[in-house]
C-alpha cells in the first residue's frame, strides 16, 4: 500500500513536466553560423604621407628665443619637427629661463616663440615683446586643448582644470588676436578622429603658401577682428563652447601688422602628425616666417649694434692718450672681445665697416654729419637734442648712432679727458640703463660737471709784517726768555 502512494507521488511529479517537454519539443536545435566581418578584406585607411621640401632651403642663419619659464607644458621632442626646420637653414634656438635675461636675449633674436604657457605674461614681459615686435621681431604662440594644469577649490576640494588659453591672451591680447577656451571638433569629416580637425581654406600669407589641407589635433578656436584667419574648415567644424560653428574663428590668426602668429594646437609640430596632410609644409613656412624677423638697428639694441667681426675704432688726435685713456681704449677692446667682435684702431674716419670714433666737444668738426643726423647740436653750456630737450654740457656725455648698408657707427663725445674716459666705461660694461636714450641719440651722466675738473690755483698773499718798507722780506725775531 505504502508502494503505490510512493509511485502515484512520483508519477504527480514527473508526469506534468514530460508533458509539457512533449508539448513544447521542437526537435533536435541545429546551431546556424555567427555571420562575422570579412576582417581579411579590410584595409586600414591610409594617410597621405607629405616630406618638406628641404633642396631650395634659403640659409637665413639668426637665433629664435624660445619661452621656458612661463610653466609651459610641453617637451622639446614635441616641436623636434619645427625645430629641424629651423637649423636645417642654419639658425639655432635658444630657452628663455627667467625674465631677468628675457631683455638682453631679445636683443638678438629673430623670433620669439611660447609653447602652451599656463603662467600670464606680466606688463614689463608685455612691453618689451612689444618693443621687440615694433623693432621688426617675430613671435610664435602655440596652445592645446588636451594642456591643462589641475587645481583644487580651496572649499569644496573639486578639482578645476585650467587651460592655456588665458596664459597666451594676456599677451596676444595686445596684437587683438583671442585663443577660445574650447576644443574644435568635427564628427562628418576628419582625420580618423573627431577631435582631429580638417582645414582647407587659407588667409593669403607667407605661412600658408602652398597649403591645401591641413590637420590639427586637439586644437582650440582662435579669433581676431583686425588680424587675419589663417586656417579656415567646412561648416561641420563645431566649437564645443556651444556646438555650433564659427565663421569668425579658425585654428589660427596672424595680427594685422604680420608680426604675431597665433596656433590653436601644436601637436602637428611633433611626429607622425607633422607628415599628414600638407603639415610638413606648414611647419616649414613656420620656420621661414621666424626667421624672416630683422631687428632695425638703433641704440636700443645697445651693446649688440655692430653687424661686421671687426669694429675699427678711431680716436680724435684732440683727445691725449695718457695712461688712463689707454686703460680705458684697452677696457673697450676686451668688451669687444667679450662679444665676439675684433677691434682694429685706425688713424683715419673709416668710410665703410663698423666703427666707433671718440672725440671731445671741443672738436666736433669730424663729427658734424653725424649730430646733424640724430638732431643733437654742442653748445658752449648745453646739449641741444630733439629727443630730450636742452642738457647742461658738464658731466655729460652723448653718444650718436648711424646704421648704413656698409656699417654701423658709433660715435661717443664727452667734454673733457676724465669724462671720455667715463663714457668709454660706459660701452665696456655694455650699460646704458642710466642713460637717456633715443634711436639715434643718448646722453648719459659721466661726470660732476667740467668746471670741477680743471680749479684755477690762487696765490696765498704775504703777511705785512714779513716785509720792510722797502718791500724785503725781513726774519721775524722771536723773544726769548732772557729778553
Known amino acids: 500500500m505504502k508502494r503505490q502512494f510512493i509511485t502515484i507521488a512520483m ?52 637665433m629664435i628665443l624660445l619661452d621656458y619659464y ?114 574644435l571638433y568635427n564628427t562628418s569629416t576628419n582625420e580618423g578622429n573627431f577631435r582631429n580637425v580638417l582645414f582647407d581654406k587659407f588667409g593669403k600669407s607667407e605661412l600658408t603658401f602652398g597649403l591645401n589641407e591641413i590637420a590639427l589635433y586637439g586644437a582650440r578656436s582662435v579669433v581676431t577682428d583686425s588680424g587675419l584667419l589663417l586656417l579656415q574648415g567646412p561648416e561641420t567644424n563645431l566649437s564645443s563652447l556651444n556646438d555650433a560653428h564659427d565663421p569668425n574663428a579658425g585654428g589660427a590668426a596672424l595680427s594685422a601688422d604680420g608680426s604675431v602668429a597665433a596656433f590653436g594646437d601644436f601637436t ?40 661686421q667681426n671687426t669694429v675699427q675704432i678711431f680716436v680724435s688726435p684732440d683727445v691725449e692718450k695718457d695712461p688712463s685713456m689707454v686703460s680705458a681704449l684697452g677696457s673697450l677692446q676686451s668688451a669687444l672681445r667679450l662679444l665676439n667682435l675684433k677691434a682694429a684702431f685706425v688713424d683715419e674716419i673709416p668710410s665703410s665697416g663698423d666703427a666707433i670714433l671718440i672725440g671731445s666737444f671741443d672738436a666736433t668738426e669730424d663729427f658734424e654729419d653725424y649730430l646733424l643726423k640724430a638732431d643733437v647740436e654742442i653748445g658752449d653750456e648745453f646739449i641741444s637734442t630733439a629727443a ?34 667715463a663714457l668709454l666705461g660706459v660701452m665696456s660694461y655694455n650699460s646704458v640703463g642710466s642713460c637717456l636714450t633715443s634711436e639715434r641719440a643718448a646722453v648719459c651722466s659721466v661726470g660732476s660737471g667740467d668746471d670741477f675738473f680743471f680749479e684755477e690755483e690762487t696765490e696765498a698773499p704775504l703777511d705785512e709784517s714779513s716785509t720792510d718798507q722797502s718791500g724785503e722780506p725781513t726774519l721775524e725775531t722771536t723773544p726769548t726768555p732772557g729778553g
Do not use: C
Open 11 to 62: 508519477l504527480a511529479l514527473i508526469l506534468p513536466a514530460l508533458l509539457r517537454a512533449l508539448w513544447f519539443y521542437r526537435g533536435v536545435p541545429e546551431r546556424s553560423e555567427i555571420a562575422t566581418p570579412d576582417f581579411t578584406s579590410f584595409e586600414r585607411p591610409e594617410v597621405e604621407i607629405n616630406t618638406p621640401d628641404t633642396e631650395n632651403v634659403v640659409q637665413t642663419e639668426g
Open 70 to 183: 612661463h610653466g609651459n607644458q610641453f617637451t622639446l621632442n614635441e616641436i623636434e619637427a619645427l625645430a629641424a626646420a629651423v637649423r636645417l637653414r642654419g639658425a639655432t634656438m635658444e630657452s628663455a629661463t627667467d625674465v631677468y635675461t628675457l631683455e638682453t636675449l631679445l636683443k638678438t633674436a629673430k623670433a620669439f616663440v611660447t609653447v602652451s604657457p599656463s603662467v600670464v605674461f606680466s606688463q614689463y614681459e608685455s612691453q618689451l615683446l612689444g618693443d621687440f615686435t615694433e623693432r621688426g621681431g617675430r613671435i610664435l604662440v602655440f596652445t592645446d586643448a588636451t594642456r591643462n594644469q589641475l587645481y583644487y577649490d580651496f572649499v569644496t576640494g573639486n578639482p578645476i582644470a585650467y587651460g592655456d588659453a588665458s596664459a597666451a591672451n594676456s599677451l596676444l591680447k595686445h596684437y587683438d588676436i583671442s585663443i577660445n577656451n574650447d576644443y
Open 268 to 307: 602637428f609640430l611633433s611626429a607622425p602628425y607633422d607628415t599628414y596632410t600638407d603639415n610638413a609644409a606648414l611647419i616649414q613656412n613656420l620656420a621661414d616666417f621666424a626667421l624672416a624677423g630683422s631687428q632695425t638697428q638703433t641704440l636700443d639694441l645697445f651693446p649688440y649694434i655692430f653687424t
Open 388 to 421: 630730450f630737450g636742452e642738457i647742461n654740457r658738464g658731466g655729460n656725455g652723448v653718444m650718436l648712432f648711424e646704421s648704413g648698408k656698409n656699417g654701423n657707427t658709433l660715435v661717443l663725445l664727452a667734454g673733457s679727458p676724465d669724462d671720455i674716459i
